[in-house]
């Protein structure tokens, strides 16, 4: 597959899944930029790659998903891809590990981030996209279609997806294809969970043990890495989809088929 002459945003690209994208959409010959609001993983990322528009930014913020999109098409005359990799994990919190009163504030930035970022960018990159007839991948989770896979906000946010994938798959066909992958469980992620619940320094892939943990439940026996994952977003950003709009690529060890 190949992404040459393709001009791509992956937004939520300083670690983890996002990073893997950036790297695999590189090596597939695109041309990238990035909104990212960890300023120490944008020095990183801009340190390895010179190349890469790198704006410092936060996904929820509609100004910094259109100043990212601005800098990427004053940079390379357009936006072919938009890719949405922002996530906040619940590290597994069920309705009876809430406290009441840190529902609200715990929906509200976990939603905000998993829910309103790939919105907002969507909204942002709408113009230069429709121009283009260019792609969305967003980001799912196996999560979003088997329960068990997260807390219940976690799992709620990304059935949440699915939807918007839906909508906007109907909404702006022909124009726009909108598809998303549904990665299971990773290694090597910086997922962390929401600061209203005193998680924000809480890493997922720092669990204990968590290797072993996603082998013993995949069919597959597969501990996926975020490299693992970046080749279905080459995939659906690639001309090698021009069919596909609507779609969930599930990058999970086979976790749907186990009974």
């Known amino acids: 597959m190949t992404l040459a002459g393709k001009r791509a945003l992956v937004v939520g690209a300083g670690s983890g899944i996002g990073r893997a994208v950036h790297d695999a959409f590189l090596a597939a010959g695109a041309q990238v930029g990035v909104l990212e609001r960890d300023a120490t993983k944008v020095a990183t990322l ?66 905000h981030a998993n829910v309103a970022s790939p919105l907002l960018g969507v909204s942002a990159a709408l113009d ?11 980001t799912c989770s196996t999560s979003g279609f088997y329960a068990g896979r997260g807390g219940v906000l976690y799992v709620a946010s990304k059935f949440a997806v699915r939807g918007l994938v839906i909508a906007l798959a109907h909404e702006l066909a022909p124009d726009i294809r909108v598809n998303a992958v549904a990665p299971g469980g990773t290694v090597g992620t910086d997922l962390r969970g929401p600061a209203a619940l005193g998680l924000a320094g809480v890493s997922l892939g720092d669990r ?46 086979g976790i749907g088929v186990k009974g």
């Open 46 to 111: 801009q340190a390895a790659h010179p190349s890469t528009v790198v704006v410092t930014g936060d996904a929820t913020s509609h100004d910094d998903n259109a100043a990212a999109v601005a800098a990427v098409t004053d940079r390379h005359g357009g936006l072919d891809v938009l890719v949405s990799c922002v996530g906040i994990f619940d590290l597994y919190r069920g309705i009876r590990d809430l406290d009441p009163a840190d529902i609200e504030p715990a929906f509200d930035e976990l939603f």
């Open 208 to 253: 204990p043990g968590r290797d072993e943990e996603l082998r013993a439940r995949t069919p597959l026996a597969v501990a996926m890495t975020p490299a693992d994952h970046a080749a279905s977003y080459v995939f659906l950003a690639s001309d090698a989809s021009a069919g596909m709009t609507g779609t969930f690529l599930h990058s999970d060890g």
């Open 128 to 138: 230069a996209l429709t121009a283009s007839r260019g792609a969305v991948v967003l």
